[in-house]
């Protein structure tokens, strides 16, 4: 579930569970319904599923320079696409190899397919002649953190293109 500021702007993904216990104590309430109509059930209470959700007072969220590097994160950002030949992703590739003073950063790492990657080792992309269609980048930080985490639900597209 989307958890927005009072302000509507994104602040995390959490659980479902963290969900409803926000919605049953007042401290969030539902912006948006999960579209297949789901519900949580219990012995005297039915809660729809909410798929977005606001937080009822506003939250100061401390400024944090940098979107953390992480596999997932490089995989989500490249869109589980090979960077050098667009088939299925499902590793990470240094364009400068780490044994050549690559550093394990957002602009030196891309998704790789396995056998792009194998066929790369360790040389540098002039060696093989490969190149980039787009050199990697840092994700912006509206989005990074929240679309880094889990794949985006289709009704978060409204609050998460607001925030880019």
């Not at 007042?26 to 948006?32: D, H, L, Q, R, S």
């Not at 696409?81 to 299925?88: F, Q, T, V």
Request: charged share 20%; net charge positive.
């Amino acid at each position: 579930m989307l958890l927005l500021n009072a302000s509507f702007e994104p602040l995390a993904v959490v659980t479902a569970k963290r969900a409803i216990v926000l919605m049953l104590s007042g401290k969030a309430e539902c912006v948006e319904h999960v579209l297949d109509g789901g519900a949580f059930h219990s012995e005297n209470l039915t809660v729809p599923a909410p798929s977005v959700m606001r937080l009822s007072r506003y939250v100061r969220v401390p400024y944090r320079r940098a979107v953390p590097m992480t596999r997932s994160g490089v995989l989500r950002r490249d869109n589980r696409r090979c960077a050098y030949c667009s088939a299925r992703a499902d590793t990470i590739d240094h364009v400068v190899p780490r044994s050549r003073g690559g550093a394990h950063s957002w602009d030196n790492c891309v998704a790789a397919c396995r056998a792009c990657n194998s066929r790369k080792a360790d040389r540098m992309l002039d060696e093989i002649g490969w190149t980039l269609a787009v050199p990697p980048a840092p994700p912006s930080r509206a989005g990074g953190i929240l679309v880094l985490a889990v794949e985006p639900h289709p009704t978060w597209e409204p609050w998460l293109q607001a925030a880019a």
